[in-house]
């Protein structure tokens, strides 16, 4: 069985994520407040404020492994089916590292066709946050490289700790890839051609005081204000008619989907080809060792 249906078949059937019912929380949130959690995912929702908060929590660097991209999958598909839930706040269960982005294992030394699943799931993730009907925030908690900045893109609005340890970016270029069409886009979408040429070429991770100034981020806040800042900033969000907001996000992102839809299955093909390259797996198993040898 493909490892998302072993996935779903797993979290689906008994799952505490089971329907619209997730159960009451056991400390924390207002009143009535609901909390669920998958092996790598903890929702916390509050449905008399119409939100849940989406926290990762994939040891040790919430890397975006194909578990993790299936996971996360299903708990935004469940929300979005929640009629009580209106807006997410995406975040990290524990501050330091809000996402490291893709998984690396997932893309060293394995097969054609586990790089196909792969990279579909990964589509599949973008397309369902970046065409969510939700409002969606990030309360960034954390460093947050590439694949991690990438999620964070996909919001509708992002708000980063004010720690300078906490950088973000597309920083593929650095380990000797690149940011495919849609990683771009999406960048370009939120702080422009120009700023996004330098960023991707250089492959740079930013600051919080560049981020803010370049457009990446939405706020800088102290790092014990990150949720609570997402939070109130997501009611501005909610006080708009969801038609309305909704529409509109729609009609702004709709012509960057419509280009990832046109060419999936070429950007599949184009991934398994170029990372499957000897020069590209030596590269990234370079990477990996280098991060590894830190801890040995
Ligand atoms: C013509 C051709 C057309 C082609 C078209 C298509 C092209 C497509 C090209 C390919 C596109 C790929 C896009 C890729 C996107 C990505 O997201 S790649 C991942 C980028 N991420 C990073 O660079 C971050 C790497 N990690 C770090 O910098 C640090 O780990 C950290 C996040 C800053 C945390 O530091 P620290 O707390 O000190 O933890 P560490 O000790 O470094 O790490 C702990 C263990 O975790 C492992 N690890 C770290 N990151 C990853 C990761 N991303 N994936 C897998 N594993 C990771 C690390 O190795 C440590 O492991 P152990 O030592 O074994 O414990």
New binding site residues.
């Given amino acids: 069985m493909a490892l998302v249906a072993r996935v779903r078949a797993l979290l689906l059937p008994g799952s505490r994520l089971r329907g619209a019912t997730l159960g009451r929380a056991a400390n924390g949130g207002g009143a009535g407040a609901r909390r669920a959690l998958s092996h790598r995912v903890l929702v916390e929702a509050d449905p008399a404020a119409g939100v849940a908060v989406v926290k990762f929590r994939n040891p040790?660097?919430n890397?975006?492994s194909l578990e993790m991209l299936t996971e996360l999958g299903i708990c935004l598909e469940k929300l979005e089916n929640d009629k009580t839930v209106r807006g997410i706040v995406l975040t990290a269960d524990r501050p330091?590292?809000f996402s490291?982005?893709?998984?690396?294992?997932e893309?060293c030394g394995r097969n054609p066709a586990h790089y196909a699943e792969f990279w579909k799931a990964v589509q599949e993730l973008w397309l369902r946050l970046y065409q969510s009907n939700m409002a969606l925030g990030a309360a960034i908690n954390g460093?947050c490289?590439?694949?991690?900045c990438?999620l964070s893109l996909t919001c509708d609005y992002r708000i980063l700790a004010d720690n300078p340890k906490y950088t973000i970016g597309l920083?593929?270029t650095?380990?000797g890839?690149?940011?495919?069409f849609w990683?771009k886009d999406t960048m370009v979408n939120t702080i422009g051609h120009r700023a996004t040429e330098r960023a991707l070429q250089l492959g740079l991770l930013f600051t919080p005081a560049e981020a803010l100034q370049v457009g990446l981020v939405d706020q800088v806040v102290p790092e014990d204000q990150v949720q609570s800042t997402a939070l109130s900033v997501m009611s501005q969000w909610l006080a708009i008619p969801d038609h309305a907001r909704q529409l509109t996000k729609t009609m702004m992102r709709k012509a960057t989907v419509d280009q990832l839809l046109k060419h999936r299955e070429a950007?599949i093909q184009?991934?398994v080809?170029?990372?499957s390259r000897d020069s590209i797996q030596k590269v990234l198993q370079v990477?990996?060792q280098k991060?590894?040898k830190?801890?040995?």
């Fill in positions: 040790p660097v890397s975006l330091g590292i490291a982005g893709l998984d690396l294992t893309m460093t490289p590439a694949g991690g990438l920083n593929e650095q380990l890839i690149f940011a495919p990683f950007d184009n991934f080809s170029f990372i990477y990996l991060l590894r830190k801890n040995h």
